[in-house]
Every structure is written in C-alpha cells, then in structure tokens.
C-alpha cells in the first residue's frame, strides 16, 4: 500500500473519529440531567399548564383594561356616498309658483351625487356599574395570579412525586438485580450439590423457579420506569423522545430532604392559597351584588358629532374648490331606570344568594384545609413511624438471610427455607424503600398545604 492510499485511510479514520465524537456530544446535550430541585424550577418554566395559567394572568390584565377603556372616549367615523340614478319626481301644486289652482307642477329636488362624513365622540360621564366592572376587573386580576400560585404549588409537587417514584423503581431494580445475581449463584451452587448427589433435583427447581420469578419482576420494573420518565417528561413540558437523566439518588435526596418526627404546628388557613382563592371568590361575588344593585341608579353620557356634506351634479368631490358643507352637535344622555318589571330586582336576589353561597364555600374550604393540614400531619408521622420500623426489620431480614445462606451451604437447612428467607429480605427492602418514598411524599404534602414549595 503506498504512502498516498495510507493518507486517505488515516483522513477517514480521522473524520469518522469526529463524526462520532460530535454524535455523542450532541446526545450529550440534549440529555436533560436534572436534581429534584431543578426539575421542579424547570417545571415552573415549561410546564404546559403553569403557562396557560400564566397566559390567564395576562388575559385577566386585558380585562382590566378591556373594562377601564368603556369609561374613555369613544371616538367613530363613518361615511357614506349615494348616487341618484335617477331623481324622485314630487308634485307641488302650481299655485305656489304662481300658475292655475288645481294644478301641480312636476319638481325633482337635490343633486345626483351626494357624500356625507361623520365623526363622533361619545363620552360615559356616569355610570354605577361601570365603577363597580373596575373594582370587579381588577379582583379578577388577583384571583388568576392566585389560581396560578396554584398551579405552580400543584405542578411542583406533582414532579416531586414522580421524582420520588423513578427512584424508587431505580432502587427497586437495583435490589432485585443484587438479588438475582446471588440467587443465580446460588442456583449454580445447588446444581452442583445436586451434581455430587448431596440434595434433590426438587431443591434445584425451587431456587430455578425464584431466579424466573426475578427475571420476570425485573422486566415488569423497567417497563414501569419508561411510564414515570414519560409523566416526568410531561411534567417538565418537553418531547417524550429528549432523554432525561436524575443526578440525585434516592439517598441524595434523602440527606436534603429534612426527615424527623417533629412537625410545626404554626399554620394560618388564611395563608393557604386555597382558603385565599375562596376569599377572592366571596369578594368576586360582593362586587356583583353592588354591581347589579348600580343597575338602579341613572346613567349620564355625553356625545357631540361633527357632519360634512357635499352635493354635486359632477363627481369631483376631490375638486376643494367646490362648497362643503358642515354642521354639529353637542349633546347629553340621561338614562334613568323607572321600571323593569322586577327584572332588576330580581337580580339583586339571585346576586344575594351567589354571596351566600360563596361565604358557605369559604368556611367550607377553611375547615377542609385545617382538616387536610391534621391529616396530612398525621400522615407524615405515620410515615415516619413506619419508615423507622421498615428500616429495622430490613436489617434483621438481611442478617436471618445470611444465617440461613450459610447453613444452606452446610446442609443445615433445605433450598425452601433458603428461598423463604431470601423472598422475606426482598420483601423487606422494598417495604423500606416504599415507605421512605412515601415518608417523602408525605412531607412534599405537607409543605403544598404550607405553601412552601
């Protein structure tokens, strides 16, 4: 091979190196490594329903000014061009221009063309229940950014949760992998024993049939893994197809996360986003009674038009030699309600009620959220009590597994109790890990009701 032809292979060698180096770079970046709190942060950013929420908010702001602009001027203008094809013909009678009685004379009034130009204002000087749509649109305004608090709270949390159950499955897998890789060596134990005849092939069928179950459980994990990526992918507002990686383990997220039996019992319902919403809601409803109360009192508007008006034979209404002529107005409206059959009144009682109802709602919601905060209180304890006990037996399961282990290998005890204590300890561990996740939901809960996500 001469020196030429070694040149080119070593030039190729040399792009399909940096094609595969830029290949993994860029899958590089477009993996998402995030932490717990990152994910939550990222979440609020581009999560799909924290951005309809936020897009409210600035409805609620058009509103404001949707509501504001009917009291400011209104300024129109309009015109209007007619063609007399033909002028209408009218009879007069002939004695007005100085011809026989009882005869008419055949007259045609106006021009054949005709322009006329319009511009008016209209002013809203006052108005109840334009005063009370202000006060109203902007309390619409408070309760869309509240309902958006809750939204980023509820999107927040629920990242949290999935957070927490991708770990979990991680761990899972990662326990039942450990597993299976001790139960193979111990299936590859037994065949020998089986092999020298110190044990019955039944005994090597049992640790076979644990070894399968394992393989099977394994699968079913991952599987589940692919469902919590994709609702954590939804969550965080990005395609299901960009890989996302967690950065924090199960115990990272354990060492940040503050985990004791103690829980403040500082708590203001009226703090809570819940109980505010309710009061907005009340506030809402107030306004409307007064509004539909407005209804009774005149309203007063003030107007003025400004008219311009050409009458030709010729189109030349661009010739501004020719006359224009101009007239205006300037005038008041004064509406004053007097009776409306009981329409208004009417109203006004359905209004009433809408604020009862809604007081009831308020209180309503105030005891839920102290009960929600009891329970969920209680909960977390609950959780922490049963985190403690979890963690206990899964390190007496692990010691009677390794008691049990090495008596198997002495023939002290059958494949079966070897089996049992092996199922005990996964047992075990997986009650542990799913009570430290749900020790971590539970004070994820906590903190929602508090506010303090």
């Known amino acids: 091979m001469n020196k030429i032809s070694m040149q080119r292979i070593f030039n190729l060698f040399i792009v399909w190196v940096l094609m595969v180096t830029s290949a993994f770079a860029q899958e590089s970046e477009d993996t998402l490594k995030i932490s717990l709190q990152d994910a939550q942060e990222f979440a609020v950013e581009h999560n799909t329903e924290v951005k309809n929420a936020q897009l409210e908010v600035k409805v609620a702001d058009k509103k404001v000014w949707e509501t504001t602009a009917q009291g400011l001027p209104q300024v129109s203008a309009s015109g209007s061009y007619n ?18 009685e009882g005869e008419y004379v055949e007259v045609q009034f106006g021009t054949q063309h005709n322009f006329t130009g319009t511009v008016s204002v209209n002013q809203l000087v006052f108005s109840g229940p334009y005063i009370v749509g202000l006060q109203a649109a902007k309390v619409y ?46 299936l590859d134990d037994s065949k020998k024993m089986f092999e020298n005849g110190m044990i019955e092939e039944t005994e090597v069928d049992q ?44 115990e990272s997220v354990v060492s940040n996360t503050n985990l004791d039996k103690t829980v403040s019992e500082d708590f203001s ?6 109980y505010q919403l309710a009061d907005t809601q009340v ?23 400004f008219n311009e008006n050409a009458m030709r034979n010729e189109f030349n209404f661009f010739d501004f030699d020719e006359e224009w002529y101009q007239s ?3 005038g008041f409206q004064l509406n004053i309600p007097i009776f409306s059959s009981g329409q208004r009144y009417s109203k006004v009682k359905q209004a009433q009620l809408q604020l009862e109802k809604a007081k009831n709602n308020r209180e ?6 102290k009960n929600g905060y009891i329970q969920a209180r209680n909960n977390y304890m609950n959780a922490y009590e049963t985190y403690i006990s979890d963690q206990e037996n899964k390190e007496l399961a692990k010691k009677v597994l390794d008691r049990t282990n090495k008596k198997y290998k002495e023939g002290m005890v059958t494949s079966m109790e070897l089996t049992q204590a092996n199922d005990k300890y ?16 539970a004070k994820v809960q906590l903190l929602k009701i508090l506010n303090a996500l």
């Open 83 to 100: 063609n007399n094809l033909s002028l209408a013909t009218q009879l007069l009678p002939a004695v007005i221009f100085g011809g026989p």
């Open 269 to 274: 319902v009226q703090n809570t986003i819940g």
């Open 207 to 250: 640790v076979q049939i644990s070894v399968t179950s394992l393989e099977n459980s394994i699968k079913s994990v991952q599987r589940q893994l692919e469902s919590f990526y994709n609702l954590l992918k939804i969550q965080l507002g990005i395609p299901l197809d960009r890989p996302v990686q967690l950065k924090q383990s199960l």
């Open 141 to 186: 305004k408070s309760l869309s950014k509240q309902q958006s608090k809750q939204t980023r709270l509820d999107v927040k949390a629920n990242v949290a949760n999935t957070y927490h159950l991708i770990l979990l499955s991680e761990e899972n897998k990662k326990i039942l992998k450990k597993n299976l890789a001790n139960l193979e060596k111990t």
């Open 283 to 305: 506030k809402l409803e107030e306004l409307d009674l007064k509004r539909q109360k407005a209804n009774f009192l005149p309203n007063l508007s003030a107007f003025y038009n």
């Open 364 to 369: 309503l919601a105030k005891k839920n959220l």
């Open 328 to 330: 205006s107005i300037l």
């Open 426 to 441: 996964l047992e075990t561990q997986s009650n542990y890990i799913n009570s430290l996740v749900q020790l971590l939901n």
